[in-house]
């Protein structure tokens, strides 16, 4: 069975009987009932109609919805990872920073010793070329007060008179 309109309802024609209802009344009750039932029709269908557009734009912010959710889960993952790679990449530094001072201590000591070891060696330099200088000047000032240097500065002399030098 289709469902009921308001032109089945307006349409609608009863057969006359003999001691049936007034026509007059039934008409007009069928008139009013058509109108009420034409608005109640329309104002369904307007509210299907709308019921309608609504769920499409439920349903699009639902779909909104879920796409937000997705992009929020995967700005959290990226998060996540920026910020483990952050922190690896920290650590490396940090140890990379750690071997450079260990080779630079390293160096530094290392050039420590090598200067520590020249400081002894002209030390040991300066020891022996005191020495040295010691010896000659001891030398010299036994031929200044030793018994040649009087002869050889009377020598020395004598050349020197002679012209000889």
Known sequence: MMPLTPLDIQNTVFRRALRGFSVEQVNGFMARVGREFELLYKENKDLKERMDM????LANYRQMESTLRDTLVLAQKTADEVRANA??????????????????IKQAEARIQEMEQRLEEMRHYAMGFKAKVRAFLLSQLELWEGPGYVEAAATAEQMDLRGDV
């Open 54 to 57: 609504l769920e499409g734009v």
């Open 87 to 104: 922190h690896h990449e920290a650590e490396m530094i940090c140890r990379e920073a750690e071997n450079t001072a260990r080779e630079r």
